[in-house]
């Protein structure tokens, strides 16, 4: 007898999420980390003072209280003392003028604020909420469904059925747009541009990569629906209750074990060799949670040539830095009272200025003014700093992976490595842009912790040369094709094992989607012959 059903190469969310799920349905599950925590990118640390909590990697999670994963999940978390918390203001941009935009919490709302910024923008926020809420169903489902799946093909029926050929060929077509071609047709206030446009680098594109226009609609929408929720605590209570329900339910969740083997027996993925030599074997599934350069160059002895090399050339994306400040007293944003009640500001030039900057990270440049990513957890949850003091939480996306100068011409780049001298005078740049907006703060930081591309690729093996999104999302890999076409969706040439994660659809964030989808697919009992035939005669037409 094997030593569990299931065993997850990795615990991060998508890893968590599919061993709760697999052991409330009876399986004995173990959880394989090769860090000293549980959690991957979700961790919660007493960073820069005592008494600061400070989210190192990933710090909100609209995609995970939206996601099928939370309705699954919810109650049982809740009842081992994870709450959420959450906010009137989710997001606003910031521009160099100190003028500001806001993304409310009503379709009403929402409406008002941007007909505010130019005539007619209102009601272009109304059709746009009506035209998506249609087929929303349809949206979401994309991002949901295991597209190389029976559900898939059903889903792609659906839509058929719905819309029709010509319909379908416009939906479809809406997809693929970028978010510069949707933003500039729809709204007439740059404003309104600038508002929306930083948005589509939380999901690795920028505003001209093809789909980025879906994803700025997607993420508008459930930001408007669902605001920006976090837990109170921090982020990692989330990781703890997921792990809690696990050892509840029987399973094993254990830290300091690094999988360097996936063990395969007749075809079949069996179990996995750590680097001490310990083998843990599994009866029904091996299921890594880790990047396809790790999966077929690493963990699997002898993969197929094809993966092999697919894996090799699997392309990462830009790569991301942070910094995090302990404050003795909450900034004093000049400009709009909101600033300051707003959970994630992007302190911006524009849609322009989100491009330019994307760029020049992706030509190798330092860019001249990025897009800074300015978390606010204190304005929700209290808890996080000592009474009185304030924490802001800065990410950058628009970075190179390897330095090849400055944009602005300012800093010298050396050997274009992520040295500890160009991290920090490039975060002395960051920091000096945004006191200019608010200018107690300066004078107001306690301390300071920057995290370079390479200093997060060392916390953590998934985030390779700093991609937060453990891989490029351009359109050969994502959506169908994700990682890539060699090996698309969760499956793998091995019997048995199982692919989840960032690198896989529906690619990165909070919401578990692919550690959902694969724990329900070992769930369902296998198609019978009728079922089968139902789906190629669904193909044929």
Known sequence: MADYDAVLVGSGINSLAAGAILAKAGWRVCVLERNDYLGGAVKTAELTEPGFLHDVFSAWHPLWVGGAAHAE???????RGLEYLNTEFPTGSLYPDGSAAFLLRSTDANAAELESYAAGDGEAWRATAGSFFANADLSFGLLGTELWSPAGAGLALKAYRRLGRRGLLEFTGGLLVSCRDWVSETFASERAHGL?????LHTGLGPDAASSGFMAQVIAVATQEGGMPIPRGGGARLADALVTLIRDLGGVCQTGADVERVLVTNGRAVGVRLAGGETVTAERAVICNVTPTQLYGRLLEDPPAELFTAGRRYRYGRGEMQIHLALSEPPGWDGDERLGKTAILHVTPGLDGVSRAVNEAERGLLPAEATIVCGQPMTMDASRAPD??????IQLQELPRHVKGDAAGVLDTGDGSWTESLRERYADRIVERLARHAPNLESSILNRVVLSPADL???????????????????????????FP?????????QGLYHIGASTHPGPGLGAGSGTLVAHELL????????LGKLRGIVRR
Not at 486 to 492: E, I, K, W
């Open 73 to 79: 999940l919810g109650g049982d978390l809740a009842a």
């Open 196 to 200: 929306l446009a930083p948005w589509v």
């Open 388 to 393: 009185g003091r304030w924490i802001v939480w």
């Open 457 to 483: 690729e060392a916390a953590n093996v998934n985030l390779a040369g700093g991609d937060p999104y453990s891989g490029a999302l351009s359109l050969d890999q994502n959506f169908l094709w994700r990682p």
């Open 486 to 494: 060699q090996q698309p969706g969760h499956r793998t040439p091995v």
């Open 524 to 531: 369902e009992p296998p198609l019978t012959e009728k079922a």
